[in-house]
T-cell receptor, first 116, second 114 residues
């Protein structure tokens, strides 16, 4: 399977600032990456699907101007939380989508965002 | 509508006892099924998956699951749990007409007591 890293693993920021989270596919060229958000004691909620070289596809209810996704290369996708507020505090997880007989996903370790 | 249901939000069990975590899905097309484990403040780790073939699937850490098409279930089992198995477990489905898209269940917290 693909090895996926995220940076940073945790971040604390002040309300109103922007935070960038990186998702890297270390051993696989990923045309598709996914971004999830997970609130405490809840399941993963898909935020958007990121396709290399094109605009991301956002799920209903996710503000694309607030959660900026850039997938500029086959190994890197970034999620920028703009003007973060305390309600954006969450665990953000990315995954890499593989292609083949079955399209699977391999997950990064997650990024804990705390907005003060 | 396509959905995944994990009937138990929490499952407490004593160490060395057997455990079953239940997962049911609904889909009008064929599916691929997955179980993931999540330890605190970590990402998801794949336990096992069913793509095709034998309906009994063995995974890591002594877990196994059985795909039952007639009951649309994919329950996860372990004959003897350890304290270290305490974690959140997620059942997930890829519908074969949905590309990579995973649909997750709500998760089950397995709490192993000494």
């Amino acid at each position: 399977g693909a090895v996926v890293s995220q940076h940073p693993s945790w971040v604390i920021c002040k309300s109103g600032t922007s935070v960038k989270i990186e998702c890297r596919s270390l051993d696989f060229q990923a045309t598709t990456m996914f971004w999830y958000r997970q609130f405490p004691k809840q399941s993963l909620m898909l935020m958007a699907t990121s396709n290399e070289g094109s605009k991301a596809t956002y799920e209903q209810g996710v503000e694309k101007d607030k959660f900026l996704i850039n997938h500029a290369s086959l190994t890197l996708s970034t999620l920028t939380v703009t003007s973060a507020h305390p309600e954006d505090s969450s665990f953000y997880i990315c995954s890499v989508g593989t292609s083949g007989r079955v399209n699977e996903q391999f997950f990064g370790p997650g990024t804990r965002l705390t907005v003060l | 509508a396509q959905s995944v249901t994990q009937l138990d939000s929490q499952v407490p069990v004593f160490e060395e006892a057997p455990v079953e975590l239940r997962c049911n899905y609904s889909s009008s097309v064929s599916v691929y099924l997955f179980w993931y484990v999540q330890y605190p403040n970590q990402g998801l780790q794949l336990l096992l998956k069913y793509l095709s073939g034998s309906t009994l699937v063995k995974g890591i850490n002594g877990f196994e699951a059985e795909f039952n098409k007639s009951q649309t279930s994919f329950h996860l089992r372990k004959p003897s749990v350890h304290i270290s198995d305490t974690a959140e477990y997620f059942c997930a489905v890829i519908h074969n007409n949905a590309g990579n898209m995973l649909t997750f269940g709500g998760g089950t917290r397995l709490m192993v007591k000494p």
